[in-house]
């Protein structure tokens, strides 16, 4: 059932090529140059007079909703707010008929996103699903919806799940900002074309593995973990600090990279490991500066770069490429390495991997 890997999460983390070819299949006509969803199109004037569009989830689906942050309001320009379901449903939030609520949730289940839900549809807004469990409580409630195609994910660390549910709110945006007329034909036929290269990157991302393996038996025994990012990045480095506490129950923290001289950069001495996402497109320079930073009070650094960087390479102790991409996508790659890291440190550490201590995977309960 492992289909040869020793555990779920290594499968699922291999499926990904497979699991966003899926999701968008169907949906992104590149020759047309079209998305078609179904439950969009049949809401379309929903989505286009959205006033905002507030995001509710929990752990790694609330990374995704970041990611789709970026994506919406860099592209769409529809204001976007993210919110821990758990916090949003208690603190007596604003609420409108012109707001549109995303809820994204693998399993359909998790108890606190349930309730924002019936909380939003309360006050009249619309809500939109994004789920993997199809038929599950959150797909019922919600008023329309599109599933990620990733297929059953049993390992409780989520991994294919967050690939999938970034392509489906990128594919959300696209769609959105082509309707809203945000770019030209081509730039559009441009940016669903790179969408249907994606799987055939992460496969070349994932030939990073053994690579991988030799890093994560230098930090192993590391007792906290810093993770960097900018931009679309930040919720990654987010990402990679929860797979790996979650997993291998090693303390690490996610920073946007220029939040750390406002405190965490006392951190930093030779023992700290720091994974640094430093790829070609968005903030590049900045964060080669932040490289040096850290450098200079001899932190460890772990840089994901583009294929073929030079100046990274001279700073970093150890460097990981992924394959170029423009910022939009970049997640969908970068969060690869990260999620091979934690997995291979985890199996080192002698953890149980699938089924971490304390953790379900699905939270039915608040
Ligand atoms: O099923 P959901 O996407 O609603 O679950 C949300 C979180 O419980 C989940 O993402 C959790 O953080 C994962 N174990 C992270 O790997």
């Not at 909703?65 to 604003?94: C, K, M, Q, T």
């Not at 081509?186 to 074309?193: A, G």
């Not at 969408?195 to 991302?205: D, F, L, M, S």
């Amino acid at each position: 059932e492992k289909g040869g890997y020793d555990h779920f999460m290594l499968k699922e983390i291999y499926e990904q090529p497979r699991a966003i070819k899926d999701t968008f299949r169907g949906r992104l006509l590149a020759d047309q140059g079209i998305i078609r969803m179904a439950g969009i199109d049949q809401n379309l004037e929903r989505f286009l007079n959205a006033k905002r569009i507030i995001i509710v989830a929990c752990g790694t689906s609330w990374h995704a909703g970041l990611v789709a942050e970026y994506i919406f309001e860099d592209l769409a320009r529809i204001p976007v707010e993210v919110e821990y379901a758990s916090e949003f449903r208690y603190r007596n939030p604003v609420i409108t008929e012109n707001d549109v609520l995303i809820a994204i949730s693998q399993s359909g289940e998790t108890a606190d996103t349930l309730a924002a839900i019936k909380l939003a549809k309360e006050n009249g807004a619309f809500v939109f699903g994004v789920c993997n469990v199809v038929g599950s409580s959150i797909a019922r409630e919600t008023d329309a919806g599109a599933y990620t195609h990733a297929g059953p994910e049993i390992g409780v660390a989520s991994t294919k799940a967050f690939t999938t549910q970034i392509t489906v709110l990128t594919l959300l945006a696209l769609k959105l900002a082509k309707e809203k007329g945000a770019f030209t034909e081509s730039r559009f036929h441009e940016l669903l074309t790179e969408i249907e290269g994606i799987p055939q990157k992460v496969e070349r991302a994932l030939e990073s593995n053994t690579l991988i393996e030799i890093i994560s038996e230098v930090y192993k025994d590391s007792t906290n973990f810093l993770y960097l990012g900018r931009g679309y990045n930040f919720p990654v480095a987010l990402e990679g600090a929860l797979k790996l506490k979650e997993i291998s129950y090693i303390h690490a923290e996610g920073y946007p990279a220029a939040e750390m001289k406002h405190g965490p950069i006392a951190l930093i001495d030779e023992q700290m490991p720091v994974v640094v996402i430093a790829t070609k497109k968005g903030h590049y320079e900045k964060v080669v500066s932040n490289i040096q930073e850290i450098k200079s009070r001899k932190g460890k650094i772990i840089a994901i770069v583009t294929e073929g960087d030079t100046q990274v390479r001279e700073l970093a102790d150890h460097v990981i490429e992924v394959p170029e991409s423009s910022e939009n996508l970049s997640p969908l790659l970068t969060t690869i390495p990260l999620q091979l890291l934690s997995y291979h440190i985890a199996v080192m550490r002698g953890c149980n991997v699938d089924q971490p201590r304390n953790l379900a995977k699905s939270v039915t309960v608040e």
